[in-house]
């Protein structure tokens, strides 16, 4: 994880807490695999993208082959970003995973992501969620949030559905790109379509793909 800088001021009003957050993922569809999701941590200023732009080359590496990999490099290297981790494995379908991550200070923004194994180029992603603030003085814990993620398509490889460069089942081919015809920029995903290898029937999904809650770990 990522090394958090803690100061204090000369009052208890001037002390910067830092928090630390259970960020649960559960997958929610019926069939597609989700790559080992990340969790990043980061300023207000900061995103793990923008609608209508192009993908980074991390996100992009991570959308189309679940390698994130170039994605900790970019952000660890971010001075907007205050910590970053991730799971050890993947997601399986109606399977959860639990990353813990720490905000502090201007840090107070979460984000979450990871692949759909069997697509190009998909992701889902919570994009720049504020971390739980209201807490309970009485017992000293705040109260959960529960976010709905959608899949997002990272623009960047053409949605071909061929195996050739499909990653996950039913396919197995990472490391393939065919990019002839890729849109250029992330936006929301409509779905396998049945246009190659991977049935539209087994893979494809209508509506939120995960469900993400974060809440304060103890």
Same mark, same amino acid.
């Given at each position: 994880?990522?090394?958090?800088?803690?100061?204090?001021?000369?009052?208890?009003?001037?002390?910067?807490f830092a928090q630390t957050w259970d960020v649960t993922i559960t997958n929610i569809t019926k069939s597609q695999i989700f790559s080992p999701p990340i969790v990043v941590a980061h300023d207000g200023q900061s995103a793990l993208f923008q609608l209508g732009q192009p993908a980074s080359t991390g996100l992009s590496t991570m959308a189309e082959d679940g390698d994130l990999s170039v994605l900790m490099t970019e952000l660890?290297?971010?001075?907007?970003?205050?910590?970053?981790?991730?799971?050890?494995?993947?997601?399986? =379908?109606?399977?959860?995973?639990?990353?813990?991550?720490?905000?502090?200070?201007?840090?107070?923004?979460?984000?979450?992501?990871?692949?759909?194994? %069997?697509?190009?180029?998909?992701?889902?992603?919570?994009? %720049?969620?504020?971390? =739980?603030?209201?807490?309970?003085?009485?017992?000293?814990? /705040?109260?959960? #949030?529960? #976010?709905?993620?959608?899949?997002?398509?990272?623009?960047?490889?053409?949605?071909?559905?061929? +195996?050739?460069? #499909?990653?996950?089942? =039913? +396919?197995?081919?990472?490391?393939?790109?065919?990019? /002839?015809?890729?849109?250029?920029?992330?936006?929301?995903?409509?779905?396998?379509?049945?246009?190659?290898?991977?049935?539209? /029937?087994?893979?494809?999904?209508?509506? =939120?793909?995960?469900?993400?809650?974060?809440?304060?770990?103890?």
């Amino acid at each position: 994880m990522k090394k958090l800088l803690i100061t204090a001021g000369l009052c208890a009003a001037n002390i910067v807490f830092a928090q630390t957050w259970d960020v649960t993922i559960t997958n929610i569809t019926k069939s597609q695999i989700f790559s080992p999701p990340i969790v990043v941590a980061h300023d207000g200023q900061s995103a793990l993208f923008q609608l209508g732009q192009p993908a980074s080359t991390g996100l992009s590496t991570m959308a189309e082959d679940g390698d994130l990999s170039v994605l900790m490099t970019e952000l660890n290297g971010n001075e907007k970003v205050g910590d970053v981790n991730a799971a050890g494995g993947m997601v399986m =379908p109606g399977q959860s995973v639990t990353v813990q991550i720490n905000t502090s200070g201007n840090f107070n923004r979460i984000s979450v992501a990871g692949m759909l194994v %069997s697509t190009n180029d998909a992701f889902f992603a919570v994009n %720049s969620a504020v971390a =739980p603030t209201m807490f309970l003085k009485s017992a000293g814990i /705040s109260q959960p #949030i529960s #976010i709905m993620a959608l899949a997002y398509d990272a623009g960047s490889e053409t949605n071909t559905e061929d +195996c050739a460069s #499909i990653p996950g089942p =039913p +396919c197995g081919n990472p490391g393939v790109r065919d990019t /002839s015809n890729a849109e250029g920029f992330v936006h929301i995903h409509s779905g396998i379509h049945g246009v190659g290898d991977v049935t539209e /029937s087994t893979y494809t999904w209508d509506g =939120p793909v995960a469900l993400v809650e974060i809440k304060r770990a103890f």
